[in-house]
């Protein structure tokens, strides 16, 4: 697939070490290796345990980091923001790690975070890069406010599952993209009405 995305024109692959089977550490790096040999391409490290069933230690990170040349930048979506001040520390802010976690996502932008992968643009993508461009400005004041008058809505769509909310959040601002995939189901008419409260209270 990372061959074929290539192939297609992508300029960078995003790769999740994901099996049915719980992966070894040497597994692990095995996969990242055997990726980065098929490719020429930038590949980004994506830590998502919630999703994958794995979880990758700073340490294993780094060893990946090390081996795997086009391994250049993570994606930390683990939600523990001690991993992030680790993987700044260990390798002196040179390699770009991305927040992945929606509610954490002021610490991280101030931790130093590259940069953050988010579907909550779908959504709300002035509050959005308000919230990135006060980091970026150092004006941390306006960046807590912009946190958290977003805060509630990036926390929902995150414990609700992402694929649901942002399809039911994209009907309800007139773009109708259709259901998730089965066996995922659309947001209930409870959750949609509340969802629609916060995208009318955040247009405001």
């Known amino acids: ?12 692959v995003m790769v999740l070490p994901i099996s049915y089977w719980k ?4 597994e692990v790096v095995a ?11 930038p590949i980004m490290l994506y830590n998502n345990p919630g999703t994958s069933g794995t979880d990758l230690s700073v340490e294993l990170i780094l060893r990946i980091l090390g081996e795997v040349p086009n391994v250049t930048m993570v994606k930390e979506s683990t939600g523990d923001i001690q991993r992030m001040h680790r993987l700044f520390k260990a390798t002196d802010g040179q390699v770009a790690f991305y ?5 954490l996502t002021l610490e991280a932008l101030v931790a130093g975070a590259t940069g953050w ?11 959005n890069l308000a919230l990135w461009d006060a980091v ?3 004006n941390l004041a306006e960046a807590r406010a912009l946190f958290y008058r977003q805060y509630e809505l990036l ?3 995150t414990r609700r599952g992402l694929p649901t909310t942002i399809k039911a959040g994209l009907k309800l601002l007139g773009q109708d993209v259709g259901a998730p995939r089965l066996p995922l189901q659309p947001l209930d008419a ?7 409260s916060m995208l009318v209270e955040l247009a405001d």
């Open 155 to 157: 926390e929902y769509i």
């Open 190 to 196: 409870q959750g949609s009405d509340y969802l629609k």
């Open 1 to 12: 697939r990372a061959r074929l995305a290539q192939a297609c024109g992508a300029t960078a």
């Open 99 to 103: 927040n992945g976690c929606n509610p």
């Open 23 to 26: 992966l070894t550490e040497a």
């Open 31 to 41: 996969h990242y290796m055997a990726v980065g040999a098929a490719i020429d391409i």
């Open 117 to 127: 992968c988010t579907a909550a643009p779908n959504l709300i993508p002035a509050l």
């Open 136 to 138: 970026q400005q150092g």
